[in-house]
Nanobody
Framework: QVQVVESGGGLVQPGGSLRLSCAAS????????MGWFRQAPGKEREFVSG????????FYANSVKDRFTISRDSANNSVYLQMNNLKPEDTAAYYC??????????????WGQGTQVTVSS
């Protein structure tokens, strides 16, 4: 089963940018849909963005559309989340997940340990 490890979180001021990375193990990275979820303290986990196994389809939560961009690099078995114009409400632990399809990530995915993003002045 694929394993994923996130990196790139940190503290950033409102309006700033961060790029999250997710490295996946194994030789079958290209067969997995990938995605990002987040969970803020006291709130439920929510979908942020997903990308199909081919990279041809990308999906975003309305709250991050036009600010976040997901991409994948098969040569490096990695997926990225470029986050621009960050807002305090983006503060959360961000989790990378690999699964059979974007729609099933929350059900059958392999999850990383998470990386914290804090947006504050």
């Amino acid at each position: 089963q694929v394993q994923v490890v996130e990196s790139g979180g940190g503290l950033v001021q409102p309006g700033g940018s961060l790029r999250l990375s997710c490295a996946a193990s194994g030789h079958t990275f290209g067969s997995y849909a990938m995605g990002w979820f987040r969970q803020a303290p006291g709130k439920e986990r929510e979908f942020v963005s997903g990308i199909s196994s081919s990279g041809s389809s990308k999906f975003y939560a309305n709250s991050v559309k036009d600010r976040f961009t997901i991409s994948r690099d098969s040569a490096n078995n990695s997926v990225y989340l470029q986050m621009n114009n960050l807002k305090p409400e983006d503060t959360a632990a961000y989790y990378c997940v690999a699964g059979s399809s974007v729609g099933e990530l929350d059900h059958d995915g392999s999850w990383g340990q998470g990386t914290q993003v804090t947006v504050s002045s």
